[in-house]
């Protein structure tokens, strides 16, 4: 079983035990909301775009909200499911939703106050070590230092243009990764000035 399999089976479990009008990470969104939008990005093709592209937002969110009117477990069992056979998402699920769910099971799991981080087996910390060093120079592309990324292994990144002001971001692949998707609840140690480490912390990190 691939990560991103293990993570949707996770996710489930989090979203079933907290509830549908939970809060989540993803702004107003609570977890049926959340749910909702896991199903259409997965069986409704003709919605999906909108999900990135800001022109066909406005379609994508009425067919979101419609399918979050449907009953809570059915969506749970859609998203369980992943894509169906006929999907293009079918044979890439592995890669393509790897990071779709974990930050998603996360956004769910860090809602609510009292949250923790879990602690990972270092293979998946690795494969998210990999994501990060793969897009984080999109996260990052706004900041105006220079910024590293560190592991606790002592391995680092540097993730944008070289600076003569640095800010240093520390922790497990998958504290920096949730960062670096713009969540600000996250267990990490910085480095640098005062002011820089706080622009930083603050930098709009959408991708």
Known sequence: MSFAQRERGALVVSMAEIGPDAPTLCGEWTVRDLAAHLVIRERRPDASPGILISALAGYTEGVRRKAAQRPFTELLEHVREGPPIWSPLKPLDAAVNLTE?????????????????????????????????????????????????????????TVTRPSDRSVTLRGPASELLLHAFGRNEVRLETSGAGADVEAVMKLDRSV
């Open 101 to 157: 769910m974990f930050i998603h099971h996360e956004d769910v799991r860090r809602g609510t106050p009292g949250w923790e981080p879990r602690v990972l087996d270092q293979s998946d910390e690795a494969k998210l070590w990999t994501v990060l060093k793969r897009m984080a120079r999109m996260s990052y592309r706004k900041a105006t230092v220079s910024i590293v990324l560190e592991r606790p292994d002592g391995e680092q990144v």
